[in-house]
C-alpha cells in the first residue's frame, strides 16, 4: 500500500519560507517522478513542480513558471522524500500541498500566508 505523507506547512508571514516534506512507503520511490501540487478549495489542482528519477524521460526537475525563483523541488531517494523549499513568500502562495506519486496523493499539508 502506497503513503505519502506531507509535512512542514504551516503559518508564515509574507516574506517568508517553508520547506514542505513528503515521506513516501510502499513504493519504489527511485524510479517514479514525484510533483507537488496545490489546491484551493473548490479549484483545480496546480502543478507547482515535478522532478524526474534518474534515467527516465524526465529526469530533471520542473517548476511552474511564475514560481521559479522562489520555489525549488528536491528530492533524498535514500529517505524516500522529497522537498519543496518555499521562498518569499507571498498571500496567493496559501493553499493546501499535495505529494503525488503516479496515481498516489497524500493528505495534504496547508501553508498559510499573512500577516
Known amino acids: 500500500q502506497v503513503q505519502l505523507v506531507e509535512s512542514g506547512g504551516g503559518l508564515v508571514r509574507p516574506g517568508g519560507s517553508l520547506r514542505l516534506s513528503c515521506h513516501a512507503s510502499g513504493i519504489d520511490f527511485a524510479i517514479n517522478d514525484i510533483a507537488w501540487y496545490r489546491r484551493a478549495p473548490g479549484d483545480g489542482g496546480e502543478l507547482v513542480a515535478a522532478i524526474g528519477h534518474v534515467g527516465g524521460p524526465n529526469f530533471g526537475t520542473h517548476v511552474l513558471p511564475s514560481l521559479r525563483g522562489r520555489f525549488t523541488i528536491s528530492r533524498d531517494n535514500a529517505k524516500n522524500e522529497v522537498y519543496l523549499q518555499m521562498n518569499n513568500l507571498r498571500p496567493q502562495d496559501s493553499d493546501i500541498y499535495y505529494c503525488?506519486?503516479?496515481?498516489?496523493w497524500g493528505q495534504g499539508t496547508r501553508v498559510t500566508v499573512s500577516a
Open positions: 503525488n506519486i503516479l496515481t498516489n
